[in-house]
Nanobody, 119 residues
Framework: QVQLVESGGGSVPAGGSLRLSCAAS????????MAWFRQAPGKEREIVTS????????YTADSVKGRFTISRDNAKNTVYLQMNSLKPEDTALYYC????????????WGQGTQVTVSS
């Protein structure tokens, strides 16, 4: 498994931007699909977007299409989430997760980074 550490969260006004980073330690980062999830207060955790080991974006939630972009740099063992045109409903704890290519589910999780968008 890989260990994941998120950073880059913060408080921004509506319409602002943030870039989250997720640094992975461990072996074979390039063999993992990566994803960003989020959980707002009182709501279930939801997947935001994901990217596979071939750098292909495999999923983006309708609620963030056109505003959020996932990317990865395998040389740096890091995955990013660029968030533009932020809305108050994007306020949540954002988690990075990793799934090894032969696994059916995401098994490695970071501790989360808080994003707060004010109206």
């Amino acid at each position: 498994q890989v260990q994941l550490v998120e950073s880059g969260g913060g408080s921004v006004p509506a319409g602002g931007s943030l870039r989250l980073s997720c640094a992975a330690s461990g072996r074979a980062f390039s063999s993992y699909a990566m994803a960003w999830f989020r959980q707002a207060p009182g709501k279930e955790r939801e997947i935001v977007t994901s990217i596979d080991w071939n750098n292909i974006i495999t999923y983006t939630a309708d609620s963030v299409k056109g505003r959020f972009t996932i990317s990865r740099d395998n040389a740096k063992n890091t995955v990013y989430l660029q968030m533009n045109s932020l809305k108050p409903e994007d306020t949540a704890l954002y988690y990075c997760a990793a799934r090894f290519r032969s696994d059916a589910s995401f098994r490695s999780w970071g501790q989360g980074t808080q994003v707060t968008v004010s109206s």
